[in-house]
Nanobody, 119 residues
Framework: QAQLVESGGGLGQAGGSLRLSCAAS????????WGWIRQAPTKERQFVAQ????????YYTDSVKGRFTISRDNAKNTVYLQMNSLRPEDTAVYYC????????????WGQGAQVTVSS
């Protein structure tokens, strides 16, 4: 069984930085796209960023462009989210997700990492 294990996050200050990591473990699978999705209290899940495994092409939601950077290490089967210039509205549980090569959906999810930004 493949698993995504997240680490990082925690408490940060407005204007500060935090970093999230997500590593795939267990049964290996080919990743098409890595992604980060977040969910704030009382709100629906929101797409944050994604990166393709092969070309490294990235896409961000508008509210994090220029502040967050998604990257991956294919050799380690790991994806990262560097979050700079944090804002209180970035407070949420952040989930990493992966789309397998043969799928078009987020089939694998991490356990979630809390990010709290104080003003």
């Amino acid at each position: 069984q493949a698993q995504l294990v997240e680490s990082g996050g925690g408490l940060g200050q407005a204007g500060g930085s935090l970093r999230l990591s997500c590593a795939a473990s267990g049964r290996p699978f080919r990743v098409r796209t890595w992604g980060w999705i977040r969910q704030a209290p009382t709100k629906e899940r929101q797409f944050v960023a994604q990166i393709t495994w092969n070309t490294g092409s990235t896409y961000y939601t508008d509210s994090v462009k220029g502040r967050f950077t998604i990257s991956r290490d294919n050799a380690k089967n790991t994806v990262y989210l560097q979050m700079n210039s944090l804002r209180p509205e970035d407070t949420a549980v952040y989930y990493c997700a992966a789309t397998p090569l043969a799928s078009g959906t987020w089939d694998y999810w991490g356990q979630g990492a809390q990010v709290t930004v104080s003003s």
